[in-house]
């Protein structure tokens, strides 16, 4: 008899398992020119791929099941769509803001309406006091959203969307024991290490090398570059990064001044890009520095670089001189280091 409970428990568990996967339909706009092409569909949090299908009738059109409510991001062609929620229900996307029809992304785009609201209340303000009345509202908006859903993913896409990658180590810390649930995250986890490391490789500290698989079967570490006599100013950039292509404009001003002055190099660095695009970029803005391709996510991780483009200036020695200056901050500090 007790097996037989037993059994019967066991069943009734995995019917309740198999029940708690409801479906979901993912309707995402897609121009003509993408029509036929390959729409992935991916975690937005691991990385981790979900489902893919063609674009057809210019549209990616998911379905499947699921347990429970994830970040997600469908990519088409290198193009990346908006971050939404993936959950329960028929889910469609308006250019403006993003995912609507189903229940945490409308919750998600009243919230952002909210907030575009009080950003054109701030922008529209004629004296300090209202524009501190306005960021105000907008801390109370986060707080109190953050604070009614510190257990799901909707509060975890507004802690993303915060602060969050602007906060060192200490501050993560902090943030994760006032939202536990967060921390368990894999970009939590990424964004805590990424701090750290970026606390590691502050002005003052030396670089870490990496070595990266090049297309011609090669490998490139950064020591062939730095630490080798000579100051570097090494740019971690991408092709599709619009600020990145505007900081190269710099680095070409910085290459005339001390052309005839062999005591400088300049490295380029492609992350999170495709090695073609890379290849086209450099070509089309005429960049003479050699580059390293392919680097990915290796060297970001490494120096706790959470945005691009990332301009480090290196002593003879390896020691770090400058970090995530650009413009006049940048030449000025090459002028001092040189000089």
Same mark, same amino acid.
């Given at each position: 008899?007790?097996y037989?409970r $037993?059994?019967?428990?066991?069943?009734?568990?995995?019917?309740?398992?198999?029940a708690s996967?409801?479906?979901?339909?993912v $309707?995402?706009?897609?121009?003509?020119d993408?029509e036929?092409?390959?729409?992935?569909?991916?975690?937005?949090d691991?990385?981790?791929?979900?489902?893919?299908?063609?674009v057809?009738?210019?549209?990616?059109?998911?379905e499947?099941?699921?347990?429970?409510?994830?970040?997600?991001?469908?990519?088409?062609?290198?193009?990346?769509q908006?971050?939404?929620i993936?959950?329960?229900?028929?889910?469609?996307?308006?250019?403006?803001?993003?995912?609507?029809g189903?229940m945490l992304n409308?919750?998600?785009r009243?919230?952002g309406?909210?907030?575009q609201? $009080?950003g054109?209340?701030?922008?529209?303000?004629t004296? =300090?006091?209202?524009? /501190?009345?306005?960021y105000?509202?907008?801390e109370?908006?986060? =707080?109190?959203?953050?604070?009614?859903?510190?257990d799901?993913?909707? &509060?975890?896409f507004m802690?993303?969307?915060?602060?969050?990658?602007?906060?060192?180590?200490?501050?993560?810390?902090?943030?994760?024991?006032?939202?536990? #649930?967060f921390? &368990?995250?894999?970009?939590?986890?990424?964004?805590?290490?990424a701090?750290?490391?970026?606390?590691?490789?502050?002005?003052g &500290?030396?670089?870490i090398?990496?070595?990266?698989?090049?297309?011609?079967?090669? $490998?490139a570490?950064?020591s062939?570059?730095?630490?080798?006599?000579?100051?570097?100013?090494?740019?971690?950039? #991408?092709s599709?990064c619009g600020?990145?292509?505007?900081?190269?404009?710099?680095l070409?001003?910085?290459?005339?001044?001390y052309?005839?002055? =062999?005591?400088l190099?300049?490295? &380029?660095?492609?992350?999170?890009?495709?090695?073609?695009?890379?290849?086209q970029?450099?070509? /089309?803005?005429?960049?003479?520095?050699p580059?390293?391709?392919d680097? /990915?996510?290796?060297?970001?991780d490494?120096?706790g670089?959470?945005?691009?483009?990332?301009?480090?200036?290196?002593?003879?020695?390896g020691?770090?001189?400058?970090? =995530?200056? /650009?413009?006049d901050?940048?030449r000025?500090?090459?002028?001092?280091?040189?000089?």
């Amino acid at each position: 008899m007790k097996y037989t409970r $037993i059994l019967f428990a066991a069943a009734a568990f995995a019917a309740a398992c198999t029940a708690s996967a409801e479906p979901y339909k993912v $309707i995402v706009p897609m121009g003509e020119d993408v029509e036929g092409a390959m729409a992935r569909l991916v975690n937005f949090d691991t990385g981790a791929p979900i489902d893919s299908v063609l674009v057809e009738d210019k549209a990616a059109r998911f379905e499947g099941d699921i347990d429970e409510p994830i970040l997600a991001r469908v990519f088409v062609d290198g193009q990346r769509q908006p971050v939404f929620i993936l959950e329960p229900g028929t889910i469609s996307f308006n250019a403006q803001e993003g995912a609507f029809g189903s229940m945490l992304n409308d919750q998600l785009r009243e919230i952002g309406r909210t907030i575009q609201q $009080i950003g054109v209340q701030y922008q529209q303000a004629t004296d =300090d006091v209202a524009r /501190q009345a306005a960021y105000t509202r907008y801390e109370a908006v986060i =707080d109190s959203t953050l604070a009614a859903n510190n257990d799901n993913v909707l &509060g975890y896409f507004m802690f993303l969307n915060g602060d969050a990658g602007q906060l060192d180590a200490a501050g993560l810390r902090e943030q994760f024991a006032k939202y536990p #649930a967060f921390a &368990g995250y894999e970009r939590s986890r990424k964004l805590l290490e990424a701090a750290e490391h970026r606390e590691a490789t502050q002005e003052g &500290g030396k670089f870490i090398d990496f070595e990266i698989p090049q297309p011609d079967g090669t $490998i490139a570490r950064l020591s062939d570059y730095v630490g080798k006599g000579k100051y570097t100013l090494v740019d971690f950039w #991408a092709s599709w990064c619009g600020p990145c292509i505007r900081q190269t404009a710099v680095l070409k001003d910085i290459q005339q001044k001390y052309k005839d002055d =062999d005591r400088l190099d300049i490295l &380029g660095v492609a992350v999170w890009d495709e090695v073609d695009a890379t290849r086209q970029a450099i070509q /089309q803005h005429g960049l003479t520095w050699p580059c390293i391709l392919d680097a /990915q996510t290796i060297p970001t991780d490494l120096y706790g670089i959470s945005g691009i483009p990332c301009i480090i200036l290196f002593g003879p020695d390896g020691t770090i001189l400058s970090r =995530d200056k /650009q413009d006049d901050d940048l030449r000025a500090a090459v002028d001092a280091a040189l000089n």
